[in-house]
């Protein structure tokens, strides 16, 4: 079992940034690609970033790649999304969760995630 507790959410104004992080704990010695995720009203949960477990390979999705930047600290088993020039679209729930694979990739299918955590809430005002 791997818990996984985000914190950094919050209410920004269109164009600020903000810095998410996720604490994983438990089983953490075995292999997990990380991953970001987020939910906004009405609509499906979505993948945002994914690290693998080494962070050499990393995956964003279209909308907010050169705004955003996905990290991991082995050592501190956290995974960090740095999130800047936010927009209103951007809003939701994020949620970290990780992966557990055989090798060294990224995982963008949500249904490949084994672990989650409660989600954070993320504002972004016009």
């Known amino acids: 079992q791997v818990q996984l507790v985000e914190s950094g959410g919050g209410l920004v104004q269109a164009g600020g940034s903000l810095r998410l992080s996720c604490a994983a704990s438990?089983?953490?010695?075995?292999?997990?690609?990380l991953g970001w995720f987020r939910q906004a009203p009405g609509k499906e949960r979505e993948i945002v970033a994914s690290i693998s477990r080494s962070g050499t390979h990393t995956y964003y999705t279209d909308s907010v790649k050169a705004r955003f930047t996905v990290s991991r600290d082995n050592a501190k088993n956290t995974v960090n999304l740095e999130m800047n020039n936010l927009k209103p679209e951007d809003t939701g729930v994020y949620y970290c969760?990780?992966?557990?694979?055989?090798?060294?990739?990224?995982?963008?299918?949500?249904?490949?995630?084994?672990?989650w955590g409660q989600g954070t809430q993320v504002t972004v005002s016009s």
């Open positions: 438990g089983r953490t010695e075995r292999s997990y690609c």
């Open positions: 969760a990780a992966a557990e694979t055989s090798w060294d990739s990224f995982v963008y299918v949500r249904d490949r995630y084994d672990y």
